[in-house]
Structure formats: structure tokens, C-alpha cells
């Protein structure tokens, strides 16, 4: 995400908060945080991407200050500037029906671009819902409330602001995918599923504090994001899968009357070992000393 996209949001969080809050006849504040954004030089991609133009025309409707309306007004014109416009048609006809049929053709040409810019719009339109939801769900992850017992010192006066977050690990899942599919909406429920977990709260805190930023957190694999009860489970049983694995590597009995289902080779050695209770039978380990293959009899 570039400075200016970045600088963008912010202005706009805080517009927005000032119609939520009621707070737009702070005119002085207002006025700063427009001439902030006359100042910046925004694309029409940081326009898409922060959705600014509706935080503009929103203050400019909630407040009834003169100067607000009119410097609101100015930036939104600017800003359409940037979006693409119709070529007019200049031409003009040598008789009435080749101007009707001009007119007709002219209509039907306008009629098919204001459909793909309505198409357009509803597109954009759909994917700024489905972000914002997501932000959302990032941010009420994130508010999850701590264990008071657990972390009873705990200082929420150094807590970063869950709305801001969950709008940078947002921006980071959107920017590596470009686009609302499948891959970063699993990527968002995945963010979504660790942050809320009651059992996993270092990751929650580690998060809120800055300990781990909007830019790592977006990109953690599942097994980073596990709590530590859950890794050493998973350390657990990758130890266990290893030793079963070189019991039937090292030592054993050789026997030729096992088949490699692999290779179809009779060549294997085995080991038996009692994994579960006394009054259950063995387990067999077997391996393949021909192609390597392994694999178990209960």
C-alpha cells in the first residue's frame, strides 16, 4: 500500500467518524483534514481502493458550513475528472434523416456504455461491500475480549485501534490477491477464525500491541498463527510418525511374505509394537526394502 493510500484512509476514518459521531459542525477540524486532501495527489486507483469520494460527499450533507460544502464540492469535481468520459459527438447531417438515424445510432452507443459503466459501478460497488465486511470481521476478531484472570495486568491504553487494523490487514490480503476470490476469502476467515480464538489469546495481543504487524499477520500460514497447545500437539505427532518410520527402517525381521503393494516386491522387513492397551493386538510396521515404501497392520 503506497503513503498517499495509506494517508488517504486515515483522513477518511476520520471524516467518517465525524458524521457517525455528529461531530461536523467542528468546522476548523473539517476544514484541515479537507485541505489535507486537496493537498495530496490522489489517482483514480487510491479513489477506488479508499473510497474517499463518499466520505467527502457525506460530510458535505451532514454540515451546514459554507465553506466546508464548497471546498467538499470542488474536491469531488476534481475527482471525477479522473474518471473516464463519453466522447461527444460533434458531427453534423446533410438532411433531417440522416440526423434521425444519427441521433438513433448515437442513442443506442450511449444507451451500451451507460450499461457497462452501471455494470462497472455495480461491480465496484459489490467488491467495496464484501471488503468492508471483511474489515469488519477482522476488527470484531479483534475486540474479542481477554481472560481477565489470565492477563491480569493487561493494559488496554497500549492497544492500537482494532478499526485501523483490521483495514491495514485487509488492504495487505486485497493487495497480494487483487481481486474478492475464493483465495482471499479463505485468507480472511483464516485471520478471522485465529484472532477470535479464546485459546489462542498471544496472537489477539500480539496483534493489538504491534508486536506483529498488518503486513505479517495478513500472510501467516496456520501453523505460525497456532496457539502453543496446539503446536506442541502438532510437534507431537510429527514425532511419533518419524519413530514409526525408522522403527520399520532400523532392526526388524526380514520376511518374504509380505507383499509391496507398491512395487510388488516380497522383499520387507517388519517390527510389531504395542501402541495401544495390553488387551489389544499389536501393531505391524512394515517397509519396503526394495522401494522404501512404508506402511502399517493394526
Known sequence: MSIVEKEVLRIGK????????????????A????????AKKITLDVLQKTRIGMAVNNLRKKTSNEEVITLSKGLIKGWKKLLPTDNKNNGTSSTKEDAEGKKQG???EDSRKEDGKSSNSSSLAGENSVREKCRQMIANALKTPFDEDAFPE???????????????????????FVRIDM?????VRSRVSNLQDQRNPLLRLAVLTGTITPEKIAKMGSEEMASQELKEMRNT?????INEHQMAMTGGTKSSLMKCFKCGKKNCTYNQVQTRSADEPMTTFVFCNNCGNRWKFC
Open 106 to 108: 448515437n442513442s443506442e
Open 154 to 176: 493487561l493494559d488496554k491504553s497500549k492497544f492500537q485501534d482494532p478499526e485501523t487494523l483490521s483495514s491495514d490487514i485487509e488492504d495487505c490480503v486485497f493487495t497480494e
Open 237 to 241: 505427532f510429527t514425532k511419533e510418525a
Open 183 to 187: 483465495k482471499y476469502k479463505n485468507r
Open 31 to 38: 476544514l484541515d483534514l479537507l485541505q489535507e486532501l486537496k
Open 14 to 29: 476520520q471524516l467518517d467518524k465525524m458524521v457517525a459521531d455528529s461531530e461536523v459542525e467542528d468546522y476548523s477540524k
